[in-house]
């Protein structure tokens, strides 16, 4: 148990009107900080007024990106409660990005009581319209000042939040999605299968060049190869082949969502086949031609699931699902907001109430 000092913030901000959010622009009253020095492991745990913080621009972080994060949502239910969605999922990737980054990890217990202490101290961010939620930033960054390149001696950890609009104010639009044959996301022995800043880095390029030509997001390859399915954007992806749902395995490259852990364990239990394994774009657009790729979607805390509409591959465009929203696509999206919204039982004991 970590013993949290809360120090209430004194003036609070007005809350933004929940219609014109703009994804992760407005933060709330307050952030929860903890530091860490070799010797003295992980001390004062604190919930403090959300400021900004002095760095030397010799920080560690600065330079060589030794640093992580997650991503995760609190939610408002019908009743004015507010639960988070399996934040334990969270705690155990964070320790595992933290020993390939060599970042001291944090107890699960401890990762999960700071997100519900911060949250707790800023309930009333929550908003309570259809589709809103309270993001939830947890980081990790080196805090060594110096231009040596080792392992940092110094981190702080902390978590951020900021309030978010619905993703799909206008109901679920399906996304066109273009294939990255030139540059790769990550590769196996590399950081894929970790949230670290570095990873999204070396995306924005392949995502900018997507955009400009009228795409929402890239489909990623493999780094060695160039032929199997990786993610979509930050997503991970999945695809209904002829009733089996197709997902690539978490080879390394890949990270491990935990709304496509959530999905698979869904699709199973309505006894859907599920097979996790290398897919290639090939073998994609050859069902696609034969008629039997059904559905295909990507998977993130930010959208819950994103159909794709429209693959794009060299001079090759399929459509799916007639550039529309597949039946289990739906059903998987109805079925997780209503879980992590509090609309439908949770069966699955995956949604922890804060006090
Ligand atoms: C965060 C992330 C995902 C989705 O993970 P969730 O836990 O489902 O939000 C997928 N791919 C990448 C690259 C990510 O960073």
């Known amino acids: 148990m970590l013993d949290i000092k809360i120090t209430h913030a004194d003036h609070l901000k007005p809350h933004p009107d929940p219609d014109t ?7 709330t009253d307050h952030m929860f900080l903890m530091d860490y020095h070799t010797g003295q492991g992980w ?26 994060f997650e991503g995760m949502k609190a939610y408002r239910t019908p009743d004015g ?12 990737r964070m320790a595992s990005s933290c020993l390939r980054m060599c970042i001291p990890e944090i107890p699960e217990d401890d990762f999960v009581q700071a997100v519900k202490a911060v949250v707790e101290a800023d309930r009333a961010w929550v ?45 679920i639009d399906p996304v066109k999605i273009y294939v990255e044959d030139e540059d790769v996301r990550a590769v196996k022995g590399g950081t894929g299968f970790t949230k670290c800043g570095g990873n999204y880095a070396a995306s924005i390029r392949a995502g900018e060049r997507a955009e400009g030509q009228g795409f929402s997001q890239v489909l990623w390859l493999d780094g060695v190869h160039r032929k199997y399915i990786e993610e979509v954007g930050s997503m991970n992806v999945m695809f209904k082949i002829g009733g089996t ?12 969502g935990i709304t496509r852990k959530s999905c698979l364990e869904l699709i199973r239990s309505w006894g859907i086949p599920v097979e996790e394994r290398r897919i290639s774009v090939q073998e994609l657009f050859d ?21 794709i509409g429209l ?25 997780l907001t209503g879980i992590q919204w509090g609309t439908q039982p949770d069966p699955y004991g995956w949604t922890l109430p804060i006090e």
């Open 127 to 171: 908003p309570n319209k259809v589709g809103t939620s309270l993001y939830i930033r947890p980081f990790i960054i080196a805090t060594d000042n110096g231009l040596g390149v080792h392992a940092s001696h110094s981190y702080l950890f902390a978590v951020i939040c900021c309030p978010v609009g619905a993703y799909y104010p206008e109901g």
């Open 287 to 307: 069902a696609a031609q034969a008629g039997t790729l059904e559905e295909a979607w990507g998977t993130g805390t930010a959208a819950v699931v994103s159909p």
């Open 245 to 256: 749902v197709v997902t690539p395995e978490l080879s390394g490259s890949v990270l491990p």
């Open 21 to 27: 959010l703009v994804f992760g622009k407005t933060f």
């Open 81 to 92: 409660k507010v639960q988070l969605f399996r934040p334990y999922e969270n705690a155990k």
């Open 311 to 335: 693959l794009a591959w060299e001079d090759r465009k399929v459509e799916v699902s007639g550039g529309g929203i597949g039946a289990l696509t739906q059903k998987l999206y109805d079925t």
């Open 43 to 68: 001390h004062d745990p604190r919930v403090v007024p959300y400021a900004p913080l002095p760095f030397e621009l010799s920080c560690m972080v600065f330079h060589y990106a030794q640093e992580i």
